[in-house]
């Protein structure tokens, strides 16, 4: 199982980014994605995810509205749109596939985000 993140980086309060996961190595379509991010001396936390089919998504609360997970089984890749970012989001992001049958899981290496004037 290999997980890819991309798409981290600088960019100013109220901007946007999008994240990328590109899985390989696996069923893709098989598994439930998820992003988690942790924060300097904070825990890490789930952010979005979605399940194998791509028809259900679930967000904390923190992020409602602002962020979309959505993902592409033809190219086994998941997607984080993050907008309206705030100093708060900044984090490192990390993808997460979870396999519930066999209750499995692996993690990226995980990719920057910083929100910052």
């Known amino acids: 199982v290999q997980l890819v993140e991309s798409g981290g980086g600088l960019v100013q309060p109220g901007g946007s980014l999008r994240l990328s996961c590109a899985a390989s190595?696996?069923?893709?379509?098989?598994?439930?994605m998820r992003w988690y991010r942790q924060a300097p001396g904070k825990e890490r936390e789930l952010v979005a995810a979605i399940n194998s089919a791509g028809g259900s998504t679930n967000y904390a609360d923190s992020v409602k509205g602002r962020f979309t997970i959505s993902r592409d089984n033809a190219k086994n890749t998941v997607y984080l749109q993050m907008n309206s970012l705030k100093p708060e989001d900044t984090a490192v992001y990390y993808c997460?596939?979870?396999?519930?049958?066999?209750?499995?899981?692996?993690w990226g290496q995980g990719t920057q985000v910083t929100v910052s004037s």
């Open positions: 190595g696996f069923t893709f379509s098989r598994y439930v």
């Open positions: 997460n596939a979870f396999y519930v049958l066999l209750m499995s899981e692996s």
